[in-house]
Nanobody, 116 residues
């Protein structure tokens, strides 16, 4: 029902900043919360941050203080990451959740690489 398109991934130097965007389409009125998750090589998937329809925001411990989530145009979610570290290198994926019967909707993932 919901399709997600991610943008903004790429290569950034340590200490730099990067903004990821995720645009939902389809049955966006069904979305209750969207968020960003990441998976680094050899590590399990972890929460980056989520934002609800009421704009309640939660951040994962690994990025708290360096991440900012926002939402524009209904369900276009932006994730700004500051003071990037090599440990932030991962595939970042967008997710949308709602009351639908099926599974959560996931984007295809976008690579973020932090290196000199």
């Amino acid at each position: 029902q919901v399709q997600l398109e991610e943008s903004g991934g790429g290569l950034v130097q340590p200490g730099g900043s990067l903004t990821l965007s995720c645009t939902a389409s389809g049955s966006t009125s069904q979305i209750n919360v969207m968020g960003w998750y990441r998976r680094a090589p050899g590590k399990p998937r972890e929460l980056v941050g989520t934002i609800s329809r009421s704009d309640r925001i939660e951040y994962g411990d690994s990025v708290k203080g360096r991440a900012t989530l926002s939402r524009t145009n209904d369900w276009k979610v932006h994730l700004q990451l500051n003071s990037l570290k090599p440990e932030d290198t991962a595939v970042y994926s967008c997710r949308a959740d709602g009351p639908w019967v099926g599974p959560s909707s996931w984007g295809q993932g976008t690579q973020v690489t932090v290196s000199s």
